[in-house]
């Protein structure tokens, strides 16, 4: 068995640090739904699909008298009546008959074919075959997709444009979904100004916040900038703690050592839990987890690569724990 790496043992212990599924839920239509996370399984209210159907078009007749039809000894059946697609009750043809049916006509049970148009060779009121049919021969039968009371979906699922259709083909059109985790970003550093302010020479712009928003955005959060915080201990502290009253969770983008002093760890143990000291992996030191009133504190290098490969190693594994997604844990991009 291959030992699991430093890094990988890392993103485990903190994953067990994180509630799993701690965000509440709310109601959401199939129009906003999309890349939202399904919180209980949705069960099929009808069965997929909701009644025996043709597959074709054709003539529908009962399988037993296509067995002897052959090429030397065709066997003749009576059009005696038409399904069309939308009429609610299916007909069912006697001995010697055969009934039109088009693509999507309700079809009975029982011993039935369908002969497809281009098989039955076709005179006035009246057509003949060559050859026998299986039974249920281009029937699609009720539930041989989705069986009614069945999951469809299950709990922890990031909705797809595929899945929403299946929701709407059941007549779905709300779903209970996981609240989208609102996240505050801070940046810090006394020499960060915005990227929106005029440059001042020895300082650098904030791109980290915006990088960090977007790549929240991009994995179901509600993105929240906090601002730039100066290398004021006790004033980050109040900041961090006043925006974990109406957060999920916290990113922080750099300031990991100021003067000697452990500025983020220290900052983490003031807060709630130093739960992770940095990581054995190349520039794994900035990285530094911390948990508060059960909200992961995720803080990253202030190098903007190494910021977003820290968000993408543990962010995003911290915002699929909360909203209950089991998903595998993320790997190391600059590795892939």
Known sequence: MTEESPLVQAQENYAQKIPFRALSSERCTLKNALGRVVSNDISAPIASPPYSRAIVEGYLVNTAETKTANDDSNVSFAITGEIKPGDSEPLYPKDGEGVQVSTGSIIGDGNYSIVRMWEANVSENNFTISRPFPPRFFIEDKGCDIEQGSTIIPAGTKLTPSQIGTLASMGINEVEVVKQPVVTVFSSGDEVIAHTDNFKSGYI???NTPMLLAAIAENGGIAKSGGIQSDNFDHFVTA??????????????????????????DLLREVGELALDGVQMRSGRPLIMGVAEGKPIVCVAGHP????????????LAINRLSGQDLPIPTDPNES
């Open 240 to 265: 961090v703690k006043t925006a974990l009253t109406d957060s999920d969770m916290i990113v922080i983008a750099g300031g990991t050592a100021i003067d000697g002093r452990d500025f983020i760890s």
């Open 205 to 207: 712009f904030d791109c």
């Open 305 to 316: 690569p190494e910021a977003l490969r820290g968000f993408q190693l543990f962010g995003t």
